[in-house]
């Protein structure tokens, strides 16, 4: 009778092994759809911030124009800092720049976050 009791106590190493291999199975799966969801996530936030920055580029354009008569785009983001939000300039969740073009857009240096 105490000799099955010890037997019964533990889990076999089979056991063990089989929990292990079903965890990893589960956990590649898992890790297989996160990575494609997460590029994507972050592209959208890349896009969207490229979006805000040529809004305030916008309101920059129509600021220097009010006060000079002659309209003109920001040439560096920190110009742009006031017509943000918080005023703070966005960042690439990637940590890619952003480039202001010449003609009041914005694109990231990101090949992946390219409209
Ligand atoms: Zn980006």
Known sequence: MRRIQAKNLGF??????????VIGILASIAVT?????????????CLSSQKSIEEAQKLFY????LETGKGAYAETLDELAPFLKDDAVPVC???????????????CTSPDHQR
């Open 62 to 65: 129509s600021r220097v124009s």
């Open 93 to 107: 969740p990637d940590g890619f720049a952003y480039e202001l073009l010449p003609n009041g857009g914005v694109r």
């Open 12 to 21: 076999s190493l089979v056991e063990i092994a089989l929990v292990v291999v």
């Open 33 to 45: 759809r996160y990575t494609p969801l997460q590029k994507s996530a972050k592209r959208a936030a």
